[in-house]
């Protein structure tokens, strides 16, 4: 059984910054493609960012460009998300994806594994 457990979540004042963490209870954990996704009170989960399982593809969404990092560790079977200059709207429940096989379902968030979710509030 795949588990993703996420931590790092909390509140911080805009323009602060926080960093994600994932871990995956996987074997082979360098095969996963991963990514992370938020969903604020009242609206659909929406993605943040994803990374290929080479490491080699990395996408983010307009909305966090050139503010949140994805990367990944494959010694600690571990993804992060590192979140600069952070705004109230970026204040919603964040969640891993991880999928074995394809990148594009870790895209579209129909890939096979998430976690629980960390809670991550930014006030103003």
């Known amino acids: 059984q795949v588990q993703l457990v996420e931590s790092g979540g909390g509140l911080v004042q805009a323009g602060g910054s926080l960093r994600l963490s994932c871990v995956a209870s996987v074997s082979r954990f360098g095969i996963y493609n991963l990514g992370w996704f938020r969903q604020a009170p009242g609206k659909e989960r929406e993605f943040v960012a994803a990374?290929?399982?080479?490491?080699?593809?990395?996408y983010s969404s307009d909305s966090v460009k050139g503010r949140f990092t994805i990367s990944r560790d494959n010694a600690k079977n571990s993804v992060y998300l590192q979140m600069d200059k952070m705004k109230p709207a970026d204040t919603a429940v964040y969640y891993c994806h991880a999928d074995p096989n394809s990148f594009d379902a870790v895209l579209r968030g129909t890939g096979d594994y998430w976690g629980q979710g960390t809670q991550v509030t930014v006030s103003a």
């Open positions: 990374i290929a399982w080479t490491d080699s593809i990395r």
